[in-house]
């Protein structure tokens, strides 16, 4: 008897506590949500009622603003623009990666190592720290206002390459010298046996280096200063500078700014999940 009691104290104990964790779990979603709902509210709202009214829900809500937006900015550019660079940066990045993780793995060749290390030590730079250097670069060979000025700097993503490296160590050896007895040469064998193996990473890599991509900031504003090239995140903020201090217009131009990934998240979650405990992995 002693043994059931002590066991049903114990569930006991449990539930308590797992509801008191369940419970604090929801508050700090809900002050994390909040800020982002008061920008969409916000954004809902007319002018005279941003500063009016500060009720949680808009009493009079209004697709103005994102109407404004679209037609006194040039936001579908911007669009644009961000959808070209955020696509060539993910397909180009990861099929590099693809292939120098699959070199690094796979292949024996001079300054192997040396090439490992430096893609381990780059962790120890941050992005940041680069920025004068691509400029200098990147304005060097005129490729300032232009898409590939933008994008080039942005290919470099080391975590990928890392990844994708103890993925393939982790193979079986045998499927390598299977396919090399077939004739497979070293394209056919990263294509066709080794990234196949692989797709769920890939796909989870291709999804987070897109959002990355796409909520990129300081680098694109730096690349593009003509209005004409620059990104959406980059717009944003001449849509402030112009609109001033309306604040719904703004806050609907941010709401547009971070729709795609957003949806992006909810539609991919699981593969955004997957990609970011890979790259906390490896960081850690």
Known sequence: MSDLSSTADSKKKLDIGGLLLTALSVICAMLWFFPVYWALATSLRSDDETVTDFAVIPQHPTLT???????????????????ITSVAVTIVAVFMAACTGYAISQLSFPGRRVLWWTILASFMVPVSALIVNHFIIIAGIGQLNHYLGIILPMLLTPVTVIVYKQFFDGLPREFREAAVMDGANEFQLLF?????????????????????????????????????????????????????????????????????????YLLFQRRVTQAITLSAGIKG
């Not at 603003?65 to 959808?83: Q, R």
């Open 65 to 83: 603003n994102f109407i404004f937006d679209i037609e006194h900015s040039m936001l579908p550019t911007w669009y644009l623009n961000s959808t």
């Open 192 to 264: 066709r046996v080794f990234l196949p193996m692989n797709w769920g990473v890939t796909t989870a890599l291709a999804i987070i280096t897109f959002i990355a991509a796409w909520n990129a900031f300081l680098w694109p504003f730096l690349a593009a200063q003509n209005e004409t090239m620059m990104t959406v995140t980059v717009g944003i903020t001449a849509v402030q500078d112009a609109f001033g201090v309306a604040y719904g217009r703004v806050m609907a131009g941010a709401v547009l700014a971070g729709l795609p990934v957003a949806l992006a």
